[in-house]
């Protein structure tokens, strides 16, 4: 695979292979969501205010502390919602992905809602920006596509001495659900479409997370969704018990985490 990234600035990489193949991949994905430009009233209040840390999205948000005048990376930005909200809420915002249509439509999105977004069609591994660049790194189901290894390395790099990074990412951990996840995906269509993944990415294994964020002075990770994995069969009103029921079961029974979902990682330079 071959990308040509001569400055940060360059917003046409040139994607071929494996890269090229994950980017259609993406805008497919992507082109039906494009032109919704809105920002997400409640989503956003879940940033501005967390305070519900048995919702994932609330603990990175709290995780991620006070963004006033900070440098951020939106690492892996998709179609840039979460771009907007860090920007909402007083950051100076970097995001990047290989999508043109993500990328597209985040700089329409950023125009839309009046913030100011540096929107770049960049890989992950490696970025082009200069070492110690970023007091801080968001990113959202991204390390699992390009390599928890590969890309927490690049994001040690790009962080300013004491910066924090804070992901959420999808677990595999235990083979037999995986095993059963994949089973469904392809034979259970009664239960809705399922999120689409490619040939080049893999849920996270614990060993894996615990190799990569070593590097790091400090890191503290919080699992999730146990119960939570059988949303598709539990009214909505429902939800936020069972994610009350599987923050309580996964600090009473901290071995459940073999069985998790989800993660929430920050790391400190």
């Known amino acids: 695979m071959r990308l040509d990234v001569a400055t ?3 917003a046409e990489p040139v994607l071929d292979g494996v890269l090229r193949e994950e980017a259609d991949f993406a805008n497919d994905d992507y082109r039906p969501f494009a032109d919704r430009l809105d920002v997400d009233v409640g989503m956003f209040r879940r940033y501005r205010l967390p305070q519900n840390l048995a919702d994932w999205r609330q ?4 995780l991620l502390g006070d963004l006033a005048g900070k440098h951020v990376l939106d690492f892996g930005c998709g179609l840039g919602e979460e771009a907007i909200y ?3 809420l007083g950051a100076k915002v970097t995001a990047i992905d290989i999508s043109e249509v993500g990328i597209d439509s985040l700089r329409r999105r ?3 809602n009046d913030v100011d977004v540096r929107a770049l069609q960049m890989r ?3 970025t082009a920006f200069a070492n110690n660049t970023f007091d801080a790194v968001h990113g959202l189901g991204i390390l699992h596509h390009v390599g928890i290894d ?3 390395a690049e994001i040690h790099r790009v962080l300013k001495p004491g910066g924090i990074a804070v992901f959420l990412e999808p677990m595999g951990n235990s083979p037999v659900i995986e095993s059963v996840k994949t089973w469904l995906m392809k034979n259970a269509r009664f239960l809705g479409e399922f999120d689409h993944v490619t040939d080049h ?3 996270l294994t614990w060993q894996e997370v615990d190799t990569a964020t070593s590097r790091f002075s400090e890191a503290l990770v919080y699992p999730y969704h146990l119960l939570y994995r059988l949303k598709r069969l539990v009214p909505n009103s ?3 018990t069972v994610r009350r029921i599987d923050a309580s079961a996964l600090m009473l029974v901290p071995s459940l985490r073999h069985f998790c979902g989800g993660i929430a990682i920050r790391v400190r330079k």
């Open 201 to 203: 990415e893999h849920n």
């Open 238 to 240: 429902l939800l936020p």
């Open 124 to 126: 992950g591994d490696p």
């Open 59 to 62: 603990m990175s948000a709290l």
């Open 110 to 112: 950023a125009a839309y």
């Open 86 to 88: 860090l920007a909402k």
């Open 150 to 152: 590969a890309g927490l």
């Open 8 to 10: 940060e600035d360059e």
